[in-house]
């Protein structure tokens, strides 16, 4: 599970998805899958959350890596690479940034 702080040094990224109301159940499942099927099964995988705003038209991916190159090198496998084509698919567009902790507010 993550956990949010400043003082663990841990690869934060947040991924946005723009999709449609009618594709937004069926992108979830795809990510759902991916997540538990083979994203959670990678080196440095620490945990994360899916997040749907109430329009249905987007989703937040909060994810938590052990380091860097774990997130990288778990995108350049050929099993995400397909995946992620058929995410592709699923939505107009997806952007994954990853993020630095610098402070959290309780």
Not at 1 to 9: A, G, L
Not at 58 to 87: G, K, P
Request: proline content about 4%.
């Amino acid at each position: 599970m993550p956990t949010i702080s400043k003082d663990k040094k841990v690869q934060t990224v947040i991924t946005t998805f723009e999709t449609t109301p009618g594709r937004c159940d069926d992108l979830m499942e795809a990510l759902s899958d991916a997540y538990a099927q083979f994203i959670s099964k990678q080196p440095g995988f620490i945990g994360a959350g899916l997040h749907v705003n109430d329009a249905q038209t987007r989703i937040a991916n909060y994810s938590q890596w052990e380091r860097r190159e774990d997130f990288q090198a778990m995108l350049r496998t050929t099993e995400m690479r397909e995946r992620n084509r058929v995410i592709n698919d699923l939505c107009k567009s997806f952007e994954p940034v990853m993020y630095d902790v610098v402070a959290v507010c309780d």
